[in-house]
T-cell receptor, first 112, second 112 residues
Framework: AQSVTQPDIHITVSEGASLELRCNYS??????LFWYVQSPGQGLQLLLK??????LVQGIKGFEAEFKRSQSSFNLRKPSVHWSDAAEYFC??????????FGAGTTVTVRA | KAGVTQTPRYLIKTRGQQVTLSCSPI?????VSWYQQTPGQGLQFLFE???????NKGNFPGRFSGRQFSNSRSEMNVSTLELGDSALYLC???????????FGQGTRLTVV
């Protein structure tokens, strides 16, 4: 069975500081990996995706993520956080079964 | 290009009633999937449709059903509503179902 673990429920970061959100997955085959962001009361916005190839992927809003097969991880990073990055972030794994399995999410608070 | 459109955005229903939610995918996308989001259970997969066929279904009771029309628009129905069905219902569309998924704003269902 596929599953995703996001170990950090809540992270507080200062504006301008770097951010790293952790994601570990379990999947029997080659995974497709995603990071989504959700603002309160809104839907999910896709930040970036990994299907194959280069293990460092770039996304929107200055985010990047690195796929490490040996560690079953897909951590999200941003070098310098802006106040508008405050939101909830979800890591997801999918494949050829046409469904996404999501982690529980990490809430990011940005302090001035 | 228009995004995924879900209607209505908000619904209040009484226990025992039934409800139908609608989703219009991005033009050209043939796969539509549905997710339920609650504070306690997080994001859970309901079902996925492609070319009017259900290809995968999550672990939900038979009260939850869906369908897809020839124009790829999808509806989901919940019968005999329970208080625990109160949730944000999210629809996502993708080209083939195992590619990147784009989410709508969701329908907030409150059962009283």
């Amino acid at each position: 069975a596929q599953s995703v673990t996001q170990p950090d429920i809540h992270i507080t970061v200062s504006e301008g500081a770097s951010l790293e959100l952790r994601c570990n997955y379990s999947y029997g085959a080659t995974p497709y990996l995603f990071w989504y962001v959700q603002s309160p009361g809104q839907g999910l916005q896709l930040l970036l995706k990994y299907f194959s190839g280069d293990t460092l992927v770039q996304g929107i809003k200055g985010f990047e993520a690195e796929f490490k097969r040996s560690q079953s991880s897909f951590n999200l990073r941003k070098p310098s956080v802006h106040w508008s990055d405050a939101a909830e972030y979800f890591c997801a794994v999918g494949g050829n079964d046409y469904k996404l399995s999501f982690g529980a999410g990490t809430t990011v608070t940005v302090r001035a | 290009k228009a995004g995924v459109t879900q209607t209505p955005r908000y619904l209040i229903k009484t226990r025992g009633q039934q409800v139908t939610l609608s989703c219009s995918p991005i033009s050209g996308h043939r796969s539509v999937s549905w997710y339920q989001q609650t504070p306690g259970q997080g994001l859970q997969f309901l079902f996925e449709y492609f070319s009017e066929t259900q290809r995968n279904k999550g672990n939900f009771p038979g009260r939850f059903s869906g369908r897809q029309f020839s124009n790829s628009r999808s509806e989901m129905n919940v019968s005999t509503l329970e208080l625990g069905d109160s949730a944000l219902y999210l629809c996502a569309s993708s080209l083939w179902g195992n590619t990147e998924a784009f989410f709508g704003q969701g329908t907030r269902l409150t059962v009283v």
